[in-house]
């Protein structure tokens, strides 16, 4: 178990290692980045964060190492934050992705005023869905069960938790 993980802001630098992360199969199974994705579309998604207002994204590094352990990010719609993350597969089954998405909400309620976050899993992800309980999320009655994420109909899960 990982004692404890720290989040700094995304840098251009991290362009490369973000996209051989997404490469990940299990990653690729679950996340909504496209798999197309390269470290131009990396930067350009950087600038873009840097100069929202309405998101924010971090990567969870291990305080000691440096180590880069997960993504973690939020978008702002009105008082509702829709939260997304993953987690390196050498980091899975240690702790960060709920304390990164612990800390993602506690930051994003000092910086924006919602009032609930949301997010949405795979159907099939019962790690994220479990991520998401621990960290004080529950299950969602009365939500769509499907998205299209790039052309394809995804079954989800939605969650959310209360400021």
Not at 23 to 46: G, H, M, N, S, W
Not at 67 to 79: H, P, S, T, Y
Request: overall charge negative; glycine content about 4%.
């Amino acid at each position: 178990m990982l004692a404890e993980i720290a989040l700094r802001a995304w840098t251009p630098d991290d362009a490369e290692w973000y996209v051989r992360q997404i490469a990940d199969p299990e990653i690729r199974r679950f996340t909504t980045e496209p798999a197309t994705l390269t470290v131009e579309d990396f930067r350009k998604a950087l600038d873009r964060l840097t100069s929202s207002d309405d998101e924010l994204g971090w990567v969870a590094v291990d305080p000691l190492s440096g180590e880069r352990l997960a993504n973690v990010a939020a978008v702002r719609n009105g008082d509702t934050a829709i939260v997304s993350y993953w987690v390196t597969r050498d980091a899975r089954g240690k702790g960060v992705a709920t304390q990164a998405l612990d800390e993602l909400c506690a930051r994003a309620l000092t910086i924006w005023p919602i009032t609930e976050f949301r997010l949405y899993t795979h159907a099939d992800n019962l790690a994220s869905q479990r991520v998401a309980e621990k960290a004080g999320f529950h299950r969602m009655d009365g939500m769509p069960t499907q998205r299209e994420v790039y052309g394809q109909k995804w079954p989800v899960r939605w969650f959310e938790r209360l400021r």
